[in-house]
């Protein structure tokens, strides 16, 4: 039997703990499938997104852990799991999910899964929202500097 892990997530400026996420993820079994917020999900649950919705998939299947990327529900994220019918749901370790609640609701839905939560890279540095302050910084005209 092919194990299908699930991963979920914005995606939106790639970096290495996004790397090291899917990585991780793809370890857990046979064929690993990421599924891309869309735009309007990344704005409810994050920020406005840097890149759109088809960018951000086609960028993240062509990473090599990645066995196919989909657009996630604009409207249920359960609508996913139940057509895709993974065993496994890696969640990062900043998803706001609760890991409990998930495997209940999927069950109810006759997906039975189970979630796994995929640690931090160490260098946690390079998470998205912090390359975004470092770059913004550095961008920045020094303290007393004329404009």
Known sequence: MVVRVMATGVFDLL????LY???????????????VARDQTARRLKHEPYVPEHVRR??????????RAILGS???IYE??????PQLIALGYDQVWNDKEVERECARRG???RVVRIGPLPHNELATRRLVERI??????????RP
């Open 15 to 18: 970096h290495p703990g996004h």
């Open 21 to 35: 996420f899917l990585t991780e993820a793809k370890k857990l079994g046979d064929e690993l499938v990421v599924v």
């Open 58 to 67: 086609e960028m993240v299947e062509a990473l090599k852990p990645v066995d």
């Open 74 to 76: 604009t409207t249920d």
């Open 80 to 85: 996913t799991v139940v057509r895709e019918r």
């Open 111 to 113: 997906v039975p899964v």
């Open 136 to 145: 913004l910084e550095r961008g920045a005209p020094p303290p007393g500097a």
